[in-house]
């Protein structure tokens, strides 16, 4: 019997694991500023992790636009619990209670019995005025930033429709300035 000759045949790259200069970065980015992991982008792009760690190595400019994803999903990341902060918000707090409890049997004995039980809270940690104010501070600095006297020795200045307020005055004021702000930069951004 004749043995078959066996050749073995030199196999392409598979097309999407081809680098793509103008595409590949740009989907990088994007599924990581999304907050995917990278395992996850790597599914989505159809590379192995691998190819991802190794384009990450030689090519510069996917290293770039990955690092761009974390950062910018790290900032949006933290400008969400930012104004979380400034406006307030709810949240569920759980803990356990212990019970103690008797227990009389048919013989008539009594046992103490003890039960842990679950309890979730509703919990509102109201607004944060140092959260409002830097909020507002690095979104309009021309009129919320720091005011500094030269000729006063450096004392910062405080507006003065501001100073004469109750904090809860302070907090309601800052919270419709923070809420003005917020719907500025929301008709700038559309």
Known sequence: ?????????????????????????????????????????????GISYRTWMRWRKEKPEFRQAVLKGEREFATEKIERKLIDRCLGYDYEEEHSETIDDQVVTKTGEVIDTTKTKKVTKKMHCPP?????????????????????????????????????????????????MLQMATQIGEESTE
């Open 1 to 45: 019997m004749a043995k078959k000759k066996v050749t073995s045949k030199k196999t392409e790259p598979v097309a999407h694991e081809k680098y793509c200069d103008k595409v590949m970065p740009s989907q990088a980015t994007k599924f990581l500023k999304l907050g995917w992991s990278v395992k996850d982008a790597c599914d989505a792009m």
């Open 128 to 176: 944060d005025v140092p959260a409002m104010r830097l909020y507002l501070q690095s979104r309009m600095p021309d009129v919320y930033g720091n005011k500094v006297d030269i000729t006063s020795g450096g004392k910062q200045l405080i507006r003065d429709d501001i100073i004469d307020l109750t904090p809860a005055e302070r907090a309601k004021r800052l919270t419709e």
